[in-house]
Nanobody
């Protein structure tokens, strides 16, 4: 019923930038889940637990984990069909698979994610 598809990952040098995108399908009411739920970007590195790194509320307010604060920016388009994560000054520790989901996350929304690798 609801499908979230992440894209935009790749290999990036330390200090570089990358923008991730998440597209949402419409429900039977003709709207996306982005219109009714808080949204977040999560990431999972090998051997680590999946963590929430950025979130945006319905009122537009944002929140970030300390490790990415000042470097990452989450945003949503006016049509409520896309959510983005702008990542600047990337570090090797940012290497992970990045996923989008609502906040709190629901298992049925997890997709394949998009791999971000920060390496020289």
């Amino acid at each position: 019923q609801v499908q979230l598809v992440e894209s935009g990952g790749g290999l990036v040098h330390p200090g570089g930038s990358q923008r991730l995108s998440c597209a949402a399908s419409r429900n039977i009411f003709g709207i996306t889940v982005f219109s009714i739920k808080d949204l977040g970007w999560y990431r999972q590195a090998p051997g680590n637990q999946r963590e929430l790194v950025a979130a945006i509320s319905l009122d537009g307010s944002t929140n970030y984990t300390d490790h990415v604060k000042g470097r990452f920016t989450i945003s949503r388009d006016n049509a409520k069909t896309m959510v983005y994560l702008q990542m600047n000054n990337l570090k090797p520790d940012d290497t992970a698979v990045y996923y989008c989901n609502i906040v709190p996350a629901t298992d049925r929304y997890w997709g394949q994610g998009t791999q971000v690798t920060v390496s020289s």
